[in-house]
């Protein structure tokens, strides 16, 4: 794995490995010993660190905020801000990398993860089926009980039915009579 990282840092070797005893008492390969930033040697990791530190430090440094040229102060954000850009994209184009030789190597590892991803997304969907399934629900409850208490209303508010009931239910259907121009 250590060799496989190797291209993260192309100015350094990759760290020795130490070994570490296992549970058997065998001895297995341990993890690289992490290499001393003050090297001065700049890993892909480190130049993605300092552009997102230039990115905030150009933003709250003194001379851009006593400075007048606004255009000067837009143009040396811009610059770091791209160069942050620009070096996320190679960090993203490392990882995609090693991504394709791991699907390579072992694909079997890259169908598992496929399988666990849509594992979980099928348990989002269904809690959200379930969440909507419940609000379907209220609102059905909500919608009996207002037809119930619109029929109780419409029960209590009609006349006793008498002799030009039916007339007057007739009438009330009809569209008005148009007026007669004079």
């Known amino acids: 794995m250590a060799s496989s ?7 350094q070797q990759p760290p020795p490995v130490h070994p570490v005893p296992g549970a058997s008492g065998s001895v ?24 997102f530190e230039a990115c905030f430090a150009s933003l709250v440094s003194q001379d851009y905020v006593n400075g007048t040229d606004q255009e000067e102060i837009r143009t040396g954000v811009d610059q770091c801000i791209q160069k942050f850009l620009d070096v996320a994209r190679q960090t993203e184009c490392f990882f995609l990398q090693k991504r394709l030789q791991l699907s390579v190597q072992k694909p079997e590892q890259v169908v598992k993860e496929d399988v666990s991803e849509l594992r979980n997304e099928l348990q989002r969907k269904e809690l959200l089926v379930q969440k909507h ?11 009996d009980e207002v037809s119930v208490q619109q029929q109780h209303r419409k029960a209590s508010e009609l006349p006793p039915p008498g002799p030009l009931a039916f007339l007057e239910q007739a009438s ?3 569209p008005p009579a148009p007026l007669k121009p004079t």
């Open 28 to 51: 297995q390969p341990g993890f690289p010993v992490p290499a001393n930033r003050s090297t001065g040697n700049n890993t892909l990791v480190d130049e993605l660190e300092a552009s």
């Open 133 to 143: 399934l419940s609000k379907l629900h209220t609102w059905q409850q909500v919608l």
């Open 172 to 174: 009330a259907s009809l």
């Open 5 to 11: 990282m190797s291209g993260m840092f192309p100015s």
